[in-house]
């Protein structure tokens, strides 16, 4: 009876040993991708996108000092572990091939690979941390370098969002495998001299060093930052860490960093919006954009603000990684301060040159007109009294002087009147725009020979005077271009409005053009054409193949 209870405890225990150092094993392995996981992570939050932007993955970037500059920074990451084998950074191109951008290995090493080379061998988690955004701990496994656990997670871009490179950590299979190994048979040594009593113990014991060893390399990477970096309680907002970087870039010293919350380094009217988007904030990784901060001087800069949640002295907790970009929103600032002055500016121009215009317009109009019609007249009243004192009578060629002196004189009134029109558009005062446009273009293909067509799927539309001068001056320029140069046949106008948008398109069939080529006599045209839309914020689109004729469209806003 005692053997087979002996037997029984010890078949109890064994079994029990085993269990317990499977989930050992177990926790063990999750704890080290996780500690692997967090570790890449941050590696990926620490190398600069700007840098990566410009790398080239060829030859070129031997010389780069931003491809320098990372692999001197990847040198110093693998100074952290020494169970660290390899530490990489790595592209995917269209067709899914994965390539080497930089590595920790010094130019020439045969364990390095030069910018660009291809990865044959890359696991299908590395296209996925790419598509995905997620990083993730591959393996262990093996490939013609090794047998390797790999951590990956994915080099964000704030701008897009979206991953732009994979930073990546090979962890050595033995050491993984002798690290799960020795960790497991320490509770199972302790299991089989204290039973279960101390397993709860142990289990804490190892997680708290694995944290300890975690939190050191965290601290490497997060105090050697350059660019300023800290760390927020998620609830307080209170400053948890700061680096040195941001000490010095913002002014306060780390004792009064600790003594504030980020709401203090925001403008007062910000602070709303930015406890909305903390609010609203749930993901691991978060591109939190463009915001303005005050440092201790009072200046205020624009920052790039790049975070992602962490877990610091047990309290929940986000990483920020900031990129001062004051200069460049400054001149973007300026540029567009410059562009509203130019704009007016133009307008006030093309206000003048419409006043001439109308001013000149009116002194034909009231001078030569009037001339011209009395002549007219008085040239049908000589012809009369002519005809009347039987002076002429015999002499058919005489009155048929007059009838051309006539003829000559109504030619020239309607040439002044074409020439009014276009100088002061008088029909879009009589007829509106819809009926001007008709009659503009049943005149043009008269004069020209050439066949117009109109087109207009709106039943009542109403323009104000600025909306409707800019589109009958772009008819006008558009058609005296194809006057000029097109050679076509045929002309096609269409007047349409759709999302909000009233669409002016003039189509001919002729010779047409090759954009991409200078030195076009009605560029000027255009460009005239362009500054009107601009000015009323529609755009103009001009579209030419040599052959196959033009196409000139202009778009404005428009609520019917």
């Excluded at 620490?46 to 840098?51: A, G, I, K, Q």
């Excluded at 030859?59 to 100074?79: E, H, N, T, V, W």
């Excluded at 040159?353 to 007219?376: F, S, T, Y």
Aim: proline share 3%.
């Amino acid at each position: 009876m005692k053997f087979k209870t002996k037997h029984a405890l010890i078949t109890t225990v064994v079994i029990l040993t085993l269990f317990l150092t499977c989930i050992v094993g177990y926790v063990t392995e999750r704890n080290m991708r996780n500690s692997l996981l967090v570790h890449t992570q941050i590696g990926a939050n620490c190398v600069d996108v700007n840098s990566v932007k410009r790398l080239t993955a060829t030859a070129a970037d031997l010389k780069s000092p931003d491809y320098l500059r990372l692999k001197q920074q990847f040198a110093g990451i693998m100074k952290v572990d020494k169970d660290m084998h390899f530490v990489y950074l790595m592209g995917v191109r269209n067709n899914g091939k994965v390539f080497f951008y930089v590595d920790d290995r010094p130019d020439g090493n045969p364990e390095g690979s030069p910018p660009g080379s291809p990865y044959d061998e890359a696991p299908k988690e590395f296209n996925r941390v790419m598509q995905t955004g997620i990083a993730t701990v591959e393996g262990p496994s093996t490939d013609s370098w090794g047998s390797y656990a790999s951590g990956c997670a994915p080099v964000i871009d704030p701008k897009t969002g979206k991953p732009i490179a994979i930073f990546a950590i090979d962890f050595a299979t033995g050491s993984w495998y002798w690290e799960i190994i020795s960790r497991s048979a320490i509770p199972a040594g302790i299991i089989i001299l204290l039973m279960t009593g101390l397993i709860s113990l142990m289990i804490s014991i190892q997680r708290g060093e694995l944290l300890k060893k975690s939190e050191e390399k965290y601290r490497f990477m997060f105090d050697n930052n350059p660019q300023p970096n800290w760390i927020y309680d998620a609830e307080t907002l209170a400053f948890l860490e700061v680096n040195e970087a941001a000490i010095n870039h913002y002014g306060y010293s780390r004792e009064e960093f600790l003594s504030i919350t980020i709401k203090d380094l925001l403008p007062a009217e910000d602070i709303h919006v930015l406890l909305e988007n903390i609010k609203n904030t749930r993901k691991l990784y978060n591109v939190d954009g463009v915001w303005r901060n005050i440092k201790k001087n009072g200046d205020l800069i624009y920052v790039e603000i790049m975070s992602h949640s962490v877990i610091f002295n047990d309290r929940n907790a986000r990483h920020v990684l900031i990129h001062d970009i004051t200069d460049r929103k400054l001149a973007e600032i300026a540029l567009n301060k410059s562009e509203e002055q130019l704009r007016k500016f133009a307008s006030y121009l093309q206000n003048v040159r419409e006043e001439e215009k109308v001013a000149l317009a009116r002194e034909i109009h009231d001078d030569l007109g009037q001339i011209l019609v009395a002549l007219k007249i008085d040239m049908g009243l000589l012809k009369q009294e002519m005809i009347k004192g039987h002076t002429f009578h015999s002499s058919e060629k005489a009155l048929g002087e007059f009838d051309n002196i006539v003829n000559l004189i109504d030619s020239t009134i309607k040439t002044t009147r074409r020439i009014l029109n276009g100088l002061r558009p008088e029909l879009l005062e009589l007829y509106g725009f819809v009926g001007s446009t008709k009659e503009y273009i049943r005149e043009f293909g008269k004069r020209h020979q050439i066949s117009c067509e109109f087109e207009c799927d709106i039943s009542n539309i109403e323009l104000d005077p600025q909306q409707s001068l800019a589109f009958f001056r772009i008819l006008q320029e558009a058609l005296n271009n194809i006057a000029r140069h097109s050679k076509a046949t045929s002309v096609k106008v269409q007047l349409q409005c759709l999302d909000n948008k009233l669409s002016l398109e003039i189509t001919d069939n002729g010779v047409g053009f090759d954009k991409n080529k200078n030195g076009r006599d009605d560029s000027y045209g255009m460009l005239c054409m362009k500054e009107r839309v601009i000015l009323l914020k529609g755009e103009l689109y001009i579209t030419s193949e040599v052959g196959r004729g033009t196409s000139v469209k202009a778009e404005m806003p428009y609520s019917a």
